[in-house]
């Protein structure tokens, strides 16, 4: 046989080897991938704890704080897989924001509310939930926050991992009770302040739900049912648009300039007026421009809202990030000024490099872990067009930068889920409405299919069962890991 002959076998059999190469190094591909994100997550828990213990030098305690640094950049990452889905998912939802866009937004934003307004809730966190004269020594007091920042940290990543929506407030907070219980008993707890916390979050999804459902209506009866719905939204639309850059404009001058000079709540407020004002007369032209050559019809409104809802969603992302920071780094920053000064009564301090690590870690886990949950809230519980989205995102905006102008620690969970419901029940009120309207025009029989009264049902009923689960427990799951981390934790001497 000759050398010709033999020369397709060859080819043919190099072939079956190069296919086989190929379909190894697509199988390691598939396997490596999930392990990406991971991995960062992981680097940047190092990075965190090597940032601490540079700034501290050879300090004694330095251990402590190393490995308090590395829970608190767990528990921030654990926060931006989990918590920060709620305030991009429905703008995802709607497609108005790709999920790049939605992950570039929520991560400036973000790390902006966390570094500039962050720091009343971290002293809620740290010191307004355990009484610390309860605790008889530092080193006790140390061990009760490292044990709730891990045991909310591992909480909250298993919630993440099984696709359970679980508050990350929750989570830390349960964890601080249970250790400060198990370290001092009962009487360690501030019960006041607990009772407010219990109460802003049966209130806080409730006044989420309200006024997204408000807003809708407001949508609804001025522009969607207008007769010429184009005109209409000429009109609102800048209005809308004014109310949010208005709330947004307060919220900043009082939390953010604080630190420089003292503003009242009066100049506050007027100073958001003005803002509010100027941002709906800059509207007015940018809308009619958008609205020329549309078609007098729904679909046509989704233009529209396209830079409401975007701007909506980064203001929701700056409050969460305000608010949740504490979440991360309130037990953390108690423990850096009870190593550094000894005192754990005093009031908290918070240094610049701890407000980072929550910031950035909120904003790693929002990058890495965030998407898979950012769909499920966005379509999953209610079906969101721009203008549903708009609402949800700013009824929870005003809902959680109310929470933290007051120093509370609320569940932004909460808040976004309830404000989701409230609109998708609200499409169902407004629905059944419309169809007896239609009734009375035309009479129908009285005797209804059961599969068109099922159609009618906007709101997936089984996510109320399972969300509601998760709320109430993850409250004592957290509380109970937390006091057995201390147990152990306290053996250790500090």
Known sequence: MSDKDLEPRHLETLDRDLGRFANLEAAAAYVSRP?????????????????????????????????AAVFGAYMALNIGANDVANNMGPAVGANAL???????IAAVFESAG???????????????????ETLDTPATFIWAMMAALLASALWVNLA??????????HA???GVVGAGIAGAGFGAVSWDQMFAIAASWVISPVMGGVVAAGFLWLIKSRIVYREDKIAAARVWVPVLVGIMAGTFAAYLVMKGLKQLVEVSMGVALLLGLGVGLGCWLLMIPVTRRQSRGLENRNKSLKVLFGIPLVAS??????????NDVA???????AIVQTVQTGDFNGDVTIPLWVMLIGAFGISFGLSLFGPKLIRMVGSEITKLNPMRAYCVALS??????????????????HIAVGAIFGVGFFREWDAERRLKQARVAVPRPEYIPADERRRRKLVRRLHVLTIGAAWVVTVPAAALLSALLFLILRQIPA
């Open 160 to 169: 993440t991992w099984i696709g359970a929506p679980v508050s990350t407030t």
């Open 396 to 413: 929870a905006a005003i809902t959680v930068i109310l929470a933290s102008w007051l120093g509370l620690p609320v569940s932004s969970t």
């Open 35 to 67: 392990l990406v994100a991971p991995g960062i997550g992981f680097v940047f828990i190092i990075l965190a704890g090597l940032a601490a213990a540079m700034l501290l030098g050879q300090s004694g305690e330095m251990l402590i704080v190393v490995t």
């Open 327 to 333: 979440n991360a780094v309130g037990p953390l920053a």
């Open 114 to 132: 966390a570094l500039i307004a962050g720091a009343d809730v971290v002293s809620t966190i740290a010191k307004g939930i355990v009484a610390p």
């Open 172 to 174: 830390v907070v349960g």
């Open 98 to 104: 790709s999920m790049g866009g939605a992950i570039i």
């Open 313 to 322: 969603a980064a203001l929701l992302s700056f409050a969460h990030g305000a």
